[in-house]
Nanobody, 117 residues
């Protein structure tokens, strides 16, 4: 059953910004590395940004310099600040705990991000 809930998506113009949130429970955030993923229509789900339990971040080349991942373990919450959005960022965005390339929980509903040109 779903352990993480995404929110904050919406419709924005190219160049705009959105802040996505991922809410969890229990010890998910204090114990695990975390990641933001996205899936566009007709494409495979891809890892966009990852953050270790210690707070070190890594990004896909396509979003470097534009997106910032962060986490607040005490609040059981993770964020993705998305700036300078492009139409190619349009996708459903998901969060999950991860162990290497594996995810630890079932996929949730995700949150839709649509960027118009």
């Amino acid at each position: 059953q779903v352990q993480l809930v995404e929110s904050g998506g919406g419709l924005v113009q190219a160049g705009g910004s959105l802040r996505l949130s991922c809410a969890g429970s229990g010890s998910i955030f204090s114990i695990n590395d975390m990641g933001w993923y996205r899936q566009a229509p007709g494409k495979q789900r891809e890892l966009v940004a990852a953050i270790t339990r210690g707070g070190s971040a890594n990004y896909a080349d396509s979003v470097k310099g534009r997106f910032t991942i962060s986490r607040d373990n005490a609040k059981n919450t993770m964020y993705l600040q998305m700036n300078s959005l492009k139409p190619e960022d349009t996708a459903v965005y998901y969060c999950n705990a991860k162990w290497g390339t594996n995810v630890l929980y079932s996929w949730g509903q995700g949150t839709q991000v649509t960027v118009s040109s």
